[in-house]
């Protein structure tokens, strides 16, 4: 799969996906966003003057790096495949400024359905990293009139919120509030979809991740969801860890088991694997994906 983009100078953090699957192996809630990379570690004086310091030193560089979102840790691999379409799709973003972009979508397929989309992306001027402002707002509405909106914030220095909504032909669909805290070496969220107090109906997730040592972090998910004459929840457990050009993580869950395997050959090719098996479906299905990057030739391929 071939694609050429004309990009605008808005900030790196103002593409999150729309609509992602959770990362363990039950069904997650529609329309998650996913989010620019979070906090960085403050730097550490490496000029000791008393024994006393060498200690604090010392207990300062054993400090655990944050592991980043529970919905991440399958990215990496996933990055590496190309977009499954048939047809064909030309996208043009421009940049107005600093701060706003717009894009312009056109498909055209036989197998399913062609239309236009607009999309816009606002990134605020709260600069809170090197490649991170908030708030960032990401629209986007098809010729039918159907809006995916998502809203990110930084509230403080550890807390962020999300809000996703999505409608179809005018009517509301999905909507979510996302409530993420990072500490130093963990990272919690929770996510409220399409709650109805009336009907006492609601999806809730709880997501959890912590770091072991710098290379591994473990983490666990549990989805509740409850509606008239029905309700429920799936658990999963999340195992990741991170080597020098690799990451590998196995999720292991009461829906089935999604592991991926990343792999970092050189500057110019990534390769990744992804097993994933579902005991509701009785199947599995494994894929293997690469990507070529050919800086001079100005080349990107993905297959």
């Keep these: 799969l071939l694609q050429s983009q004309s990009m605008g100078s808005v900030l790196a953090a103002a593409s999150p996906s729309s609509a992602p699957a959770a990362a363990g192996g039950s069904q997650g809630v529609p329309g998650l966003v996913s989010v620019p990379p979070g906090f960085t570690m403050p730097s550490v004086s490496s000029v000791p003057s008393t024994s006393g310091s060498d200690q604090q030193t010392a207990d300062a560089d ?12 399958h990215r990496k691999c996933k990055e590496v495949f190309p977009l499954q379409m048939e047809g064909v799709r030309l996208v043009v973003n421009k940049g107005l400024s600093n701060h706003f972009q717009v894009s312009h979508t056109v498909t055209l397929s036989t197998l399913s359905d062609s239309g236009y989309r607009f999309g816009s992306t606002y990134v605020g001027t709260k600069q809170t990293g090197p490649a991170e402002s908030f708030p960032v707002l990401v629209g986007d509405m098809d010729n039918t009139g159907s809006l995916n909106a998502q809203i990110i914030h930084q509230l403080t220095t550890a807390v962020r919120s999300k809000i996703a909504i999505q409608t179809q032909q005018h009517k509301f669909v999905n909507w979510q509030c996302d409530l993420e805290y990072r500490g130093e070496d963990f990272t919690s969220a929770m996510t409220l979809g399409n709650p109805d107090i009336l009907v006492g109906s609601g999806i809730m997730v709880a997501h959890y991740l912590q770091s072991i040592t710098p290379g591994l972090a473990l983490g666990g998910e549990l989805v509740y969801h409850r509606r008239p004459g029905e309700e429920g929840a799936v658990t999963s457990l999340l195992g990741r ?13 009461g829906a089935g088991a999604h592991a991926t395997y990343y792999h970092k050959a050189n500057d110019q090719l990534q390769i990744g694997v992804e097993f994933e098996a579902s005991t509701r479906m009785q199947d599995t299905t494994t894929s293997f994906g690469y990507q070529l990057d050919l800086p001079k030739a100005n080349l990107l391929f993905k297959g």
């Design 62 to 73: 054993s400090t655990l790096p944050n592991p980043g979102t529970y919905e991440e840790c």
């Design 241 to 253: 860890y991170t080597g020098d050009n690799y990451v590998a993580t196995l999720t292991l869950g």
